[in-house]
């Protein structure tokens, strides 16, 4: 006979939470006629995108991310990677402020 105590652990303390990439969208400037992204795809009628990896829903583009199940608007995309590259550019403007 095994002593062993039965696992409490529930799957939700196993699995790490999900990054939205739809996080952080706030100060966005794009319309919002149609949504900016949509999330848990894979439980809904937009999963066709997990195929083919993009959509076109409400007349735009949407594109699949699969390690969070989102489908996220194409020029959302756009603007954030902009977004993100300004950012790493003035972090690295105030490094080689600091090193010269």
């Known amino acids: 006979m095994d002593d062993k ?11 790490p939470k999900k990054f939205s990439i739809l996080a ?3 100060d966005c400037p794009l319309h919002r006629n149609s949504p900016y992204g949509v999330t848990n795809v894979s ?3 937009l999963s066709i995108a997990r195929c083919s990896g993009i ?5 735009y583009t949407y594109i699949y991310y699969p ?7 194409d020029d959302v995309m756009r603007w954030k990677a902009k977004q993100l590259k300004e950012k ?13």
């Open 24 to 26: 952080d969208l706030d």
């Open 43 to 45: 439980h809904t009628q």
């Open 67 to 73: 390690h969070t199940d989102e489908l996220i608007r």
């Open 5 to 15: 105590q039965p696992n409490t652990t529930s799957e939700a303390q196993d699995t």
């Open 88 to 100: 790493h550019k003035k972090q690295n403007d105030l490094q080689k402020e600091f090193t010269l």
């Open 55 to 59: 959509i076109r829903f409400n007349g």
